[in-house]
């Protein structure tokens, strides 16, 4: 099965601190993707990337940055978190373009800024 | 731009009775469409997935139907189970070549015994 980590279920951190969510997959999959999950709003892409070192913005990338030295990681990064970043964080990774293959979760991180 | 509406945002029905989510999409180009269920606490699970050249696929007791004319894809829950209660998304892959998926709003299901 694959598994998809994310290093921690709750975080709490306070305005204008630098944030770092990371995100480890073990299937050696390509593709990798920051989702925060709102109520009502669904699930909304912040980033994603296809390969090591690459990455590409999704729909509400403002704020956040990202960062893949290694294949299996993915990091997401608030450089001055702000109190309406407060929400609920999803890692999801994928194989290559190989016609149309299922991402797959983590379990997410809750994150409060206070 | 794309965009995906699911309906409706909470469904309740008996135990053992059917249960169907409905959404629509944007884009006629899409080709990929995957049925997600988050159960409390963890992250979206994939249940089902269709195609763009499928119509309608099974897998036990749950169904998903395509319609490419009219834009939109559902997903049946039959014989439906306490544990089947949950937060179900829908999501559709607009552009060949790119794995970005958008998702539907979510629907909380509950099912009632």
């Known amino acids: 099965d694959v598994k998809v980590t994310q290093s921690s279920r709750y975080l709490v951190k306070r305005t204008g601190e630098k944030v770092f969510l990371e995100c480890v997959q073990d299937m050696d999959h390509e593709n990798m993707f920051w989702y925060r999950q709102d109520p009502g709003l669904g699930l909304r892409l912040i980033y994603f990337?296809?390969?090591?070192?690459?990455?590409e913005k999704g729909d509400i990338p403002e704020g956040y940055s990202v960062s893949r030295e290694k294949k299996e990681r993915f990091s997401l990064i608030l450089e001055s978190a702000s109190t309406n970043q407060t929400s609920m964080y999803l890692c999801?990774?994928?194989?290559?373009?190989?016609?149309?293959?299922?991402?797959?979760f983590g379990d997410g991180t809750r994150l409060s800024i206070l | 731009g794309e965009n995906v509406e699911q309906h409706p945002s909470t469904l309740s029905v008996q135990e053992g009775d059917s249960a169907v989510i409905k959404c629509t999409y944007s884009d006629s180009a899409s080709n990929y469409f995957p049925w997600y269920k988050q159960e409390l606490g963890k992250g979206p699970q994939l249940i089902i997935d269709i195609r763009s050249n499928v119509g309608e696929k099974k897998d036990q007791r749950i169904a998903v139907t395509l319609n490419k004319t009219a834009k939109h894809f559902s997903l049946h829950i039959t014989e439906t189970q306490p544990e089947d209660s949950a937060v179900y998304f829908c999501?559709?892959?607009?552009?060949?070549?790119?794995?970005?998926?958008?998702f539907g709003t979510g629907t909380r299901l509950t099912i009632i015994p």
């Open positions: 990337s296809y390969d090591v070192k690459m990455k």
């Open positions: 999501a559709a892959r607009f552009t060949i070549g790119n794995e970005k998926l958008t």
């Open positions: 999801a990774s994928s194989p290559g373009t190989r016609g149309n293959q299922p991402q797959h």
